[in-house]
């Protein structure tokens, strides 16, 4: 929160495009300490299964309900008093989470007999930075530029590299017989195609409701609010009905309504109406935060105690890969496409695919109820 809070205040004082660059690496690298340090100690705070389903649908909401402000609140102050206030904003809610955080999260066992495995850090930085970088220069490039190739061919092998160190460690930071777990490697699996699938929807639709309909940065986030006002309740709503019903049928069930929604979207035509676009975004937005949690549960149920914190980075990392590929191919299909209309029905076609793939592997590797890990 402290690295989050400061680099945001960088952010808004940044003199140049290069310095704000600089510190919103340094401000994202503030987030990725949080997040998969949120889960473990949801995990370690909730041991019982059924109640930490229930923390983790929570988990969802709040995420949810700052995916529904975020649009509409960036596009009024960017409006309004310019963009440095987008980043002034954070520097009030970090200080309330330091001062809560300090307050009320207990402290976790600390592992004396594992030290940081940096070799294994550093590949895997490499390789998920090489790839969402040539993910990303693919929709200005091409696909078939020399860069981008290159890219990707030392993601693959930072990526191997990674694999053979973390086979050979004393201490590996991700264990790879942990993703001999058909839950685990299945939930980060069904992660990576989750953000794929809306986050590909949003980026794309934003660039239609701006270029192609003349919106503002406000009625942009209006128009996108069906979307990610569904996904406020519905994580709250998963991790209530999971007691009853397990994980695999409410993770099953939101990918099939998120891929019908994206299909909608794909069918209604070459200029639709915005009218008939709001179902279509609501379906994939409560869809998406519906198996959002149980795949999570999935995930961190499937990993020992000790590596809990390590899970969480695996399916947090896999999520935002996925996030890079859906907005990285989104951008390239609208950019090669005859027209706007084209390019974004093929962009939904492909991501209600992708949930449909997530449906599919979620129905063999989501278990019924949470799996209770061994101790390592």
């Known amino acids: ?138 929709g200005r490039r091409g696909w078939s530029d020399p860069a981008v190739l290159a890219g990707l061919g030392l993601a693959v092998l930072a990526a191997v590299a990674f694999a053979l160190r973390e086979r050979l460690a004393r201490a590996p930071a991700l264990p790879l017989a942990l993703l001999r777990s058909r839950a685990m490697a299945g939930g980060a699996v069904i992660g990576l195609m989750l953000n794929f699938g809306f986050y590909g929807m949003v980026f794309t639709a934003s660039l239609e409701f701006q270029h192609q309909r003349g919106y503002s940065a406000l009625g942009t986030g209006l128009a996108l609010f069906p979307a990610v006002a569904m996904t406020m309740f519905a994580s709250v709503l998963s991790g209530r009905l999971t007691r009853r019903t397990g994980d695999r049928p409410l993770v099953v069930s939101g990918m099939l309504l998120a891929a019908l929604g994206l299909a909608g979207w794909a069918a209604a035509g070459a200029e639709p109406g915005y009218a008939l676009l709001v179902a279509p975004m609501m379906a994939a937005g409560f869809g998406t935060s519906f198996a959002l949690t149980g795949s999570t549960a999935t995930v961190m149920g499937a990993a020992p105690p000790a590596y809990s914190g390590a899970a969480s980075a695996l399916f947090n990392t896999t999520r935002q890969v996925g996030s890079a590929t859906g907005v990285a191919l989104g951008g390239s299909l609208l950019a090669s496409a005859a027209n706007y209309g084209t390019g974004i029905r093929t962009s939904m076609g492909i991501g209600a695919v992708a949930y449909l793939a997530a449906a599919a592997l979620a129905w063999r590797c989501v278990p019924l109820k949470a799996e209770r890990p061994e101790k390592a």
């Open 1 to 138: 929160m402290a690295v989050f809070t400061l680099s945001s205040a960088a952010c808004a004082l940044a003199p140049s495009a290069v310095f704000l660059v600089v510190a919103r690496l340094v401000e994202g690298f503030g987030a990725a300490l949080i997040v998969p340090g949120s889960l473990a100690l949801l995990q370690q705070a909730y041991p019982e299964p059924d109640v930490r389903s229930r923390a983790f649908g929570l988990w969802g909401a709040m995420a949810g309900i700052a995916a529904s402000a975020g649009p509409l609140l960036g596009g009024l102050l960017v409006s309004t008093v310019g963009w440095r206030w987008v980043f002034l904003v954070n520097l009030p809610v970090g200080a309330a989470c330091l001062v809560l955080t300090l307050r009320h999260v207990a402290r976790s066992p600390r592992r004396a007999d594992r030290s940081p495995d940096w070799p294994a850090q550093v590949a895997v930085v490499a390789a998920v930075a090489l790839l969402t970088a040539a993910l990303n220069e693919a």
